[in-house]
């Protein structure tokens, strides 16, 4: 007796192999049978119409802090997610000294915008090690499956302790300390490994992030933990020296390289067009393909459409947060700021001002943002008032610039005018990265190239400026079915684009049970309607720990999604079944 059979779904199967009218039947939380399947079961779903997917895995989160009070892992439970990865980009909360936890929190806070109360308030901090979190995490059971890697921060604050604040070079003995821990961790389960090198990350204090400038011989030395392990990946997010000239690139993929060359296993980045440094990426493309031809294991964390932030009065960022005449009604709510900010005195006064410094001491927020605000009558041409229809690809003639330009206005003006509108809740879509040309057909070229990785959703992350873990529903919607031709591309085509959300990301964890729809496998699985698939419009809300706010982005079309044989939501509504548990690699 089968517990759940699929019956007559179109299944794509996250092989790339061409689609096909197809039973599913499962059973004990995996796949028994596909094809046609007649065997008598509990539950019986007909999938006519709708596409049948493996579940999606999505391998850089930052729900480290999240998952400590939220069983479900929201919103990306809403976007066909049934395995994540956390402790990306260096950052985390294990290992942790007691009575260190500001810290982290301060870290945290700055580099991912999670709000520092809600993180005060929702983590209970019932460990100290990097396996004791582990055993924490994994004692409440939750909807979907996880996996954790050891952010490079916690490890050398843990281990350096006020010596790793302040920056300083670790000794020969610190890099033993960090690695004989990363090794107690990997051992215990922990994917992998993750550190951070951007000089957009900084943590709530606005100062570099412990190991932000950590040297050659701290990374490869810590890759010697993975030697004679059977799993491992490593991650790093780095600007590759962009701010200080494009001619340091090739030292800081020198470190890449090394860190490769030394733990054997497979090492992922992050993958941008910037701005500035717009062909940035393309060289990074060289020197991973000369790196894989070399033998490498090397690939590129891919997003699926433009990184950048909504802007609003509620929002992390809009543009005139750093003006003194906006600072002086900034304290009020929402509706009533709006309102002052249309009075036409305030209004005019606002107008005649420059925004002040807003990065440096004592601020979380990047060097880029005052960078950009200082050219805001030319960026304008990127930014795009974020209407009922939501468009992650608009054009110019939608942006700010033009509107301004039609209204007889300047950008600043018709950017203020669309903010203080109404309730003071209107939104501004900005794309700042892959997005150059004003259109996404750089992330086109980049999704095609072998050694991407669909990633990115930086999910649990800067809740008050993104909500990116709908960008498997985007790369759905978008991709596949959008209106590519309408630019002279060519789509994706829907079983690439399941193999790039399933197999792909699968078989760079080492996971060999998920990702793929055959006899054996996990029963993790999505149920599609394509004629409803498309990304919800991002809300702001407060239901955080501390009445702290962050958008949230829904989605419509999936009728179901599968974990281990049981639905952990129908149509958008969370069920009460929690099969999810943390993922030890490694282990039995």
Request: aromatic share 6%; charged share 20%.
């Amino acid at each position: 007796m089968l517990d759940w059979l699929i019956k007559n779904g179109t299944v794509v199967d996250g092989t790339g192999a061409p689609a096909r009218v197809a039973d599913v039947g499962v059973k004990a939380g995996r796949i028994v049978a596909v094809g046609q399947v007649d065997a008598p079961a509990y539950q019986t779903m007909d999938a006519t119409g709708l596409w049948i997917t493996p579940g999606f895995v999505d391998i850089h989160t930052h729900y480290d802090g999240q998952v400590t009070w939220d069983e479900c892992f929201t919103p990306s439970i809403y976007h066909g997610v049934t395995t994540l990865v956390m402790g990306n980009c260096g950052v985390g909360f294990a290992p942790k000294r007691p009575g260190h936890e500001d810290d982290l929190i301060k870290l945290m806070e700055g580099v991912e915008d999670i709000p520092g109360a809600a993180l005060h308030e929702g983590i209970r901090w019932n460990w100290e090690t990097f396996p004791q979190y582990m055993d924490a995490l994994a004692a409440t059971p939750r909807s979907l499956d996880y996996l954790v890697q050891v952010p490079h921060d916690p490890l050398r604050m843990y281990v350096m302790g006020e010596r790793a604040l302040a920056h300083e070079k670790a000794t020969a003995q610190d890099i033993e300390g960090m690695r004989s821990l990363l090794r107690e961790a990997l051992e215990a389960g922990a994917a992998g490994f993750s550190t951070g090198r951007s000089d957009n990350h900084r943590t709530s204090e606005g100062k570099d992030t412990p190991a932000a400038n950590a040297g050659q011989d701290e990374l490869t030395g810590l890759a010697h933990a993975f030697e004679g392990l059977d799993h491992g990946v490593l991650q790093i997010v780095s600007d590759f020296n962009l701010l200080n000239g494009p001619e340091q690139l090739d030292a800081e993929f020198d470190c890449v390289e090394a860190l490769a060359s030394a733990s054997g296993k497979p090492v992922s980045m992050t993958w941008l067009q910037r701005d500035p440094g717009g062909e940035q990426y393309l060289k990074i493309q060289q020197r991973v393909e000369a790196a894989v031809q070399a033998g490498l294991p090397l690939f590129l964390q891919t997003a699926v459409r433009g990184i950048g932030v909504l802007n609003g009065l509620d929002a992390s960022f809009h543009p005139f947060m750093g003006f003194p005449s906006y600072k002086a009604v900034a304290h009020l709510p929402l509706a009533q700021r709006a309102e002052a900010l249309r009075e036409p005195a305030r209004k005019a006064r606002i107008l005649s001002e420059k925004s002040e410094r807003l990065a440096g001491d004592g601020s979380a927020i990047p060097p880029l943002v005052d960078i950009l605000l200082a050219k805001i009558d030319l960026i304008s041409g990127r930014m795009f008032a974020l209407e009922d229809t939501l468009n992650y690809e608009p054009s110019v003639m939608q942006s700010f610039l033009v509107r301004a330009k039609q209204a007889g206005v300047s950008p600043l003006e018709a950017i203020y005018d669309h903010l203080s509108a109404g309730g003071g809740d209107g939104l501004i879509y900005f794309p700042i990265f892959n997005y150059n040309e004003g259109s996404l057909d750089t992330v086109r070229r980049m999704l095609a190239h072998p050694r991407a990785l669909s990633s990115l959703s930086d999910a649990g992350a800067h809740v008050g400026t993104v909500c990116d873990a709908s960008f498997p529903t985007f790369m759905l919607s978008h991709w596949v079915q959008g209106h590519a031709g309408d630019r002279g591309r060519d789509p994706i085509a829907l079983e690439a684009a399941v193999e790039m959300l399933t197999r792909r990301n699968a078989q760079y964890l080492g996971l060999s049970d998920r990702g793929v729809i055959a006899p054996g496998m996990r029963a993790d699985l999505n149920a599609i309607d394509p004629t409803r698939l498309s990304v919800g419009l991002p809300r702001l809300v407060r239901d955080l720990p501390a009445g702290g706010k962050r958008f949230v982005q829904k989605a419509e079309g999936y009728v179901a999604t599968w974990v281990a044989g049981e639905a952990v939501q129908r149509e958008g509504a969370i069920t009460d079944a929690r099969p999810g548990r943390l993922v030890r690699m490694g282990q039995a």
